[in-house]
């Protein structure tokens, strides 16, 4: 079973970027595709984007697009995400997940990280 932590939240300005790491252990991180959600206050968790287990495939929210990099090191087993032209509305609680296959739904990935909170300010 992997273990994810994340890791780069923060409070940063509107227009401004972050880099979030989620770190895996426990597992043979090859083993999965990645994807990172995302909650915010009062509303249900969403998809952000995902990676396949070799990098090759990508995909994103709508929201997220051309603001929004994945890419992920196998040996680190870290997987990222570069959040650049950050608005309010991105503000919110960012997961990383594992899965046997890339997806957009949340119920294909079995194993979550605790989050890292992340907001922006106007």
């Known amino acids: 079973q992997v273990t994810l932590v994340e890791s780069g939240g923060g409070l940063v300005q509107a227009g401004g970027s972050l880099r979030l790491s989620c770190a895996a252990s426990?597992?043979?991180?090859?083993?999965?595709?990645m994807g990172w959600f995302r909650q915010a206050p009062a509303k249900e968790r969403e998809f952000v984007s995902a990676?396949?287990?070799?990098?090759?495939?990508?995909y994103f929210a709508d929201s997220v697009k051309g603001r929004f990099t994945i890419d992920r090191d196998n040996a680190k087993n870290t997987m990222y995400l570069q959040m650049n032209s950050l608005k309010p509305e991105d503000t919110g609680v960012y997961y990383c997940a594992a899965g046997f296959n890339i997806d957009i739904v949340d119920s294909a990935y079995p194993y979550w990280g605790q989050g890292t909170q992340v907001t922006i300010s106007s």
């Open positions: 426990g597992g043979t991180f090859t083993n999965y595709a």
């Open positions: 990676i396949s287990w070799n990098g090759l495939r990508t």
